[in-house]
C-alpha cells in the first residue's frame, strides 16, 4: 500500500497577473483515496488541470512522476493514455448522445474507423454494472438526473482503465443519497486498486472515505496528513485551510441599519422550460438601509435563480409575488425597469454575464448607464473617459489604462470592473451574487471593502456566497435557502457554519 | 514616434487595409498604363459599386450584432422591381415611389428582424429563407420580364452628378469648392478635439501628429475632388454614400444606439443584463438593412434603366465579403462602418483593375475569393498575435 503512484514536485503555475501554484507537493500512494481541501481559488482545480495535461508541459515548472516515471503531458490524451482520468466539476457528457456513445466517445470500440456497436453495447453493459446504473445504453444523456451523469462519467472512466482517479467535487451537484452511491462506488474502486484524488469542499465526506489529505492554500501545500495516523479532525483541516487570522479577513465595519428599502413577499417562480417544475417558493425576505443581507445555499438552492427573477424577471417563467422599494410596490417587468428603479445585480458568471470582454474598461463601465452619459442618444465621450478614471482610481482596477480590453484583466480587476458599472448605475439595491468567486486573497479584501463602502452610503447589499465564512464575516443577516425556499434566518452574532449548514439542509421531507 | 507607433498597432487592421487599397490601386495604375485613375475611370468605380458600398453598410451592423443577411440582393432586386411598377406601369411621382419603396425595404427587414430577434431563428436560415422568397416575389412581380424605362429624373440617382456652376470650363468648379470646405471641416474637427482635450486634462497627442492627419486627410481629399471635376464632377450617389458613411459612423461610435449594437455583439447576456434591449436592437438592426438594401436596389435600378428579375444576384456575397475583408469579425462585436467601405473599395478597385486588363470573370472570381480568404487569415494571425 506504500508504494507512490504519483508524485508531483514543485509544481508552480503562473497566470497573466496571478500566481496559482507556487512550489505545490503532492504524492498519492498506489490504491488510496486521497482528498485534496483548500478554499476557492486555493490552486486546487489548477493542479488537477497541470496533472491531467489540460495546461500541457513547459507552461508550468516542476516534475510530474507517474508510477516512477517523469512525464511530460502535451494534452489530455496523453494523461490518460497512462490511466489518469479526470472528471470536471462541470460534466463533459454530450447531452445529445446516448450513455454508450458518450461513454466510448474519442476511444471508439471500431476497426478501420467502422464502429461495431455490439461490442460497444456489451462493454457499456458491463461498465455500466459496475458502477451500478440500472439504465439501458441507448438513453439520451440528457434525459437522466446529475447523479447518474455522474455515473456515466465514472464508467467513462473505467473504459479507459483508469488507474488514478481525479474527481472534482464530485458531490457538490448531488443529493444526499446520490453521494452516497457516489462514495460506495469510489471505495469500491479503491478495492480493485484504483488511486482517486478527491477534491471536495464536504469535510465529513472526507472523513468518510479519504486514506489522506492535502491541504492548498493560497496555491501553496500547507500539509499532507494520514487519516490513520495523524490526529485528523475537520478542525484540524479547516484550520489549515483558512490559515491566515479570521479576525483580518473582513474589513471591520459598524452596521447603521435604516428603514426597510427592498421586500420579497411570496415569491413564486418556475423553471423556464419545465413549465409544471417550481424553482422559488414562498420566497420573503427584506433588506433595510446600509444592511449588508447575505443568502447561504448549497448548489441549486435557487439564490441565482431568485436574484434573476427579482432583477426584471430575467429567469424563470410564471412568476408571482410582490416586490418593494421604499415600501411600495414595484413591476420590474424587463430589466430596464429594475435599473431604473434602483437595482442592480452583479452576476456569479462574470465573462459570460457580466462583461464584454472583447470591449474596454471604459466602454463596460458605463453601459448600464449610457443615459447619464448622453444627450439625444450622443454619448459625451469625453464625460465617459472620465467616468471610467474615476472608478480605475476609486476602486482601484489595476490596468495601464481604461483603453485595456476586459479579457486581459485578472479576476479581481474584471470583478472590479463590472461592480464600477453597477456603482455607476447608482443602484440603492445591490444584489452580488458570488461577488469574490475565483479572485485572489487580496483582491477579496478590496471587494470586501466596497460592499461596505456601498453600505455605509445607505445602500442595501444582499451577498450569495457559498463561502459560509464569507457570509458569516461579511453579513448583518444571513438567510439560508434550501430547494427553493428560505430555510431559516440566522441575526449576525448567532451565525455559525454549522448552524448555517444545518439550515442550508433542512430540506421540506 | 513611439506614439504613432502605438497608434498603427492598434489599428494594424484599418490601416493595413487602407495600405492594401493603395497598393492595389497603384499596381493596377501601373499595369493600366495610368487608365485606373484616370477621371472618367474613378466615376465609373464610384457609380459601379455605389450599390455594393450601400449594402455593406447596412451589413456591417448586422455582422456586428453577430448575424447575417443573405437576402439582400433577392430584396434589392424586389424593391428595384416594385419601383418599376411604380414609376413605370402606373406613372408615379419618382420621389413619392422612392418613398414608398424605402417603407417597403424597412418592412421587408422588419419581417426578417421579427423572426431573428423575437422568434430566434438563426438569421442564416431566415435570410436564407428571405433570398428564396423575393427572389421568387420579383420573378412573380415582373412576370419574368424587365421592366424599362425609369423617368429621366429618377435615373439622375445613379447617373447624375452635382451641378457645375462654372458655365463650362473644363473644370467642375463647385467640385473643387467642396472639396476645399471639407478640407476646412477636418481642420477644424482636428483642432477642436485637441481643445476638448485640453478642457477635460486628457493626455495630448503630439501636435505633428495632428498636423500630419490632417494635411494627409487634406490632400487626399483635394486630389479626390480634383480628379473628379476634371471629368463630370461629384456624381450624385457619391454625395448619397458620403451622407451614409458619415451618419453611420457617428451613430455607431457616439451615440447609445452604436454602443448598444456593440455591446449585443460582443456579448448578447451581458449586454441584456446590462439593460440592453437586445431583442429590439436586433430588429431595428434589420429594419434598417432593408431600408439600405432596397436604397440599393433603387440606385441599380437607376443604373441600369431597368428592372430584371435577375437583379442583384450575389450583391449579398460582395456586400459580406466588404465587411469581413474591412475587419468585422464573423462572432460579431466587431467591425467599422469605414472598414466596410474601405473592404468594398478593395473589392471595387479589384474588378475594375482586373477587367481593364482584360482578365476574364473566372479569374476574377477566382482571384477575389483568395483575397477574402487571405485578408480574414491575416486578421486571425494578428489577433492570435497580440491575444
Redesign the interface.
Known amino acids: 500500500m506504500s508504494e507512490i503512484i504519483l508524485e508531483m514536485k514543485g509544481i508552480t503555475k503562473t497566470f497573466p497577473g496571478v500566481k496559482a501554484l507556487s512550489d505545490v507537493n503532492l504524492q498519492v500512494k498506489a490504491g488510496e483515496i486521497h482528498a485534496l481541501c483548500g478554499e476557492n481559488g486555493a490552486g486546487k482545480s489548477t493542479l488537477m488541470k497541470v496533472l491531467s495535461g489540460v495546461y500541457p508541459h513547459g507552461t508550468y515548472e516542476g516534475d510530474i512522476l507517474f508510477q516512477g516515471q517523469v512525464c511530460q503531458f502535451k494534452d489530455i490524451k496523453d494523461s490518460e493514455s497512462l490511466g489518469i482520468v479526470i472528471i470536471h466539476q462541470e460534466l463533459a457528457l454530450i447531452p445529445y448522445l446516448s450513455i454508450s456513445e458518450n461513454i466510448f466517445l474519442g476511444n471508439e470500440q471500431a476497426r478501420h474507423g467502422v464502429i461495431n456497436w455490439n461490442e460497444t453495447t456489451v462493454k457499456t453493459k458491463e461498465l455500466l454494472q459496475t458502477v451500478g446504473l440500472s439504465e439501458s445504453p441507448f438513453t439520451q444523456v440528457s434525459t437522466i438526473g446529475v447523479g447518474k451523469q455522474q455515473l456515466v462519467e465514472i464508467a467513462k472512466a473505467l473504459s479507459k482503465e483508469v488507474k488514478l482517479l481525479i474527481l472534482d467535487e464530485p458531490t457538490a451537484a448531488l443529493n444526499e443519497d446520490d453521494s452516497e452511491n457516489l462514495l460506495t462506488l469510489i471505495l469500491e474502486l479503491k478495492q480493485r486498486g484504483i488511486a482517486s484524488i478527491i477534491i471536495s469542499h464536504k469535510l465529513n465526506e472526507i472523513g468518510k472515505v479519504a486514506d489522506s489529505v492535502t491541504i492548498l492554500r493560497d496555491g501553496q501545500t500547507i500539509r499532507t496528513l494520514d487519516m490513520k495516523q495523524d490526529e485528523v479532525t475537520e478542525d484540524v483541516i479547516i484550520k489549515g485551510m483558512v490559515g491566515r487570522d479570521l479576525t483580518n479577513r473582513y474589513p471591520e465595519r459598524t452596521p447603521n441599519l435604516g428603514e426597510t428599502i427592498f421586500e420579497i413577499r411570496d415569491w413564486e417562480v418556475y423553471h423556464p422550460t419545465q413549465t409544471d417544475r417550481k424553482m422559488l417558493d414562498n420566497i420573503n425576505l427584506h433588506i433595510r438601509r446600509g444592511e449588508v443581507v447575505g443568502i447561504a445555499g448549497l448548489m441549486g438552492a435557487g439564490r441565482t435563480e431568485l436574484a434573476m427573477s427579482v ?1 426584471g424577471k ?1 429567469y424563470g417563467r410564471r412568476i408571482s409575488g410582490r416586490l418593494y422599494m421604499h415600501g411600495t410596490e414595484v413591476h420590474l417587468n ?3 425597469k429594475a ?1 431604473d428603479s434602483g437595482l442592480a ?1 452583479v ?1 456569479e458568471d462574470r465573462k ?8 474596454d474598461i471604459k ?1 463596460n463601465i ?3 448607464s ?2 447619464k452619459l ?1 444627450r439625444r ?3 459625451n ?2 464625460e465617459d ?2 467616468v471610467a478614471e474615476e472608478y480605475r482610481r476609486k476602486l482601484n482596477i489595476k490596468t495601464p489604462s481604461i483603453l485595456q480590453k476586459t479579457v486581459n484583466l485578472s479576476g479581481g480587476n474584471q470583478q472590479k470592473v463590472v461592480l464600477s ?1 453597477w456603482i455607476y448605475a447608482q443602484p440603492d439595491i445591490l444584489i452580488l451574487d458570488e461577488p469574490t468567486r475565483g479572485i485572489d486573497v487580496g483582491a477579496k479584501y478590496e471587494i470586501y471593502s466596497i460592499i461596505n463602502g456601498l453600505a455605509a452610503e445607505g445602500k442595501g447589499v444582499l451577498v450569495i456566497s457559498s463561502e459560509l465564512p464569507e457570509i458569516i464575516g461579511m453579513c448583518d443577516r444571513i438567510y439560508t435557502m434550501c430547494e427553493g425556499r428560505i430555510s431559516g434566518e440566522v441575526e449576525r452574532q448567532d451565525a455559525s457554519q454549522e448552524l448555517l449548514m444545518k439550515y442550508m439542509t433542512r430540506s421540506r421531507g | 514616434m513611439g506614439a504613432i507607433s502605438e497608434i498603427f498597432k492598434k489599428n494594424i487592421r484599418q490601416y493595413g487595409m487602407i495600405i492594401a487599397l493603395i497598393f492595389i490601386s497603384i499596381f493596377f495604375q501601373i499595369l493600366t498604363d495610368g487608365i485606373l485613375l484616370k477621371p472618367l475611370n474613378v466615376t465609373n468605380l464610384i457609380l459601379q459599386n455605389s450599390y455594393i458600398l450601400v449594402l455593406a453598410i447596412g451589413m456591417v451592423l448586422v455582422i456586428i450584432t453577430g448575424h447575417i443577411d443573405l437576402s439582400v440582393g433577392s430584396v434589392a432586386a424586389f424593391i428595384g422591381a416594385l419601383s418599376a411598377i411604380m414609376m413605370v406601369d402606373m406613372q408615379m411621382n419618382p420621389v413619392l415611389a422612392v418613398i414608398l419603396s424605402l417603407l417597403m425595404g424597412a418592412l421587408v427587414g422588419a419581417w426578417q428582424g421579427f423572426w431573428v430577434a423575437y422568434i430566434k431563428i438563426p438569421a442564416f436560415i431566415v435570410t436564407l429563407a428571405g433570398m428564396l422568397l423575393f427572389r421568387g416575389l420579383t420573378m412573380i412581380v415582373l412576370n419574368g420580364q424587365s421592366i424599362a424605362p425609369f423617368p429621366k429624373s429618377f435615373q439622375k440617382i445613379s447617373s447624375g452628378f452635382i451641378p457645375d456652376i462654372s458655365g463650362g470650363s473644363s473644370l467642375n468648379v463647385l467640385t473643387l469648392i467642396v472639396g476645399i470646405v471639407l478640407s476646412v471641416l477636418v481642420v477644424y474637427q482636428e483642432f477642436r478635439n485637441r481643445k ?2 485640453v ?2 486634462g ?1 493626455e495630448q497627442s503630439s501636435v505633428w501628429l495632428s498636423v500630419a492627419k490632417a494635411a494627409a486627410l487634406v490632400i487626399v481629399i483635394n486630389l479626390f475632388t480634383m480628379v473628379l471635376a476634371q471629368y463630370n464632377g461629384i456624381p450624385n450617389i457619391l454625395v448619397i454614400l458620403l451622407v451614409l458613411i458619415v451618419i453611420y459612423s457617428f451613430v455607431m461610435n ?4 452604436g ?2 449594437i ?2 449585443l455583439g ?2 448578447e ?9 437586445t431583442k429590439r436592437v436586433t430588429f431595428w438592426v434589420f429594419v434598417n438593412m432593408g431600408v439600405l438594401a432596397a436604397l440599393s436596389g433603387l440606385v441599380f435600378a437607376a443604373r441600369l434603366n431597368s428592372a430584371t428579375p435577375k437583379a442583384g444576384t450575389n450583391f449579398e456575397l460582395d456586400a459580406i465579403a466588404a465587411c469581413f475583408i474591412g475587419g468585422a469579425s464573423a462572432s460579431g ?2 467591425g467599422t462602418v469605414v472598414g466596410a467601405i474601405i473592404g468594398g473599395l478593395v473589392m471595387g478597385v479589384m474588378n475594375n483593375g482586373m477587367s481593364l486588363v482584360g482578365l476574364g470573370v473566372d479569374w476574377q472570381q477566382g482571384i477575389k475569393g483568395l483575397v477574402l480568404l487571405l485578408a480574414v487569415g491575416f486578421d486571425i494571425y494578428n489577433k492570435s498575435k497580440t491575444a
Open positions: 432583477f430575467s424587463d430589466i430596464n435599473i445585480y452576476t459570460h454575464y457580466g462583461l464584454i470582454l472583447i470591449d466602454r458605463s453601459l448600464s449610457l443615459k448622453s442618444g450622443v454619448i465621450e469625453n473617459v472620465l458599472k | 476638448i482635450s478642457k477635460y486628457f457616439h451615440m447609445t444606439m454602443r448598444h456593440y455591446a460582443g456579448n447576456k451581458a449586454a441584456s443584463l446590462s439593460g440592453v434591449k462585436g466587431i
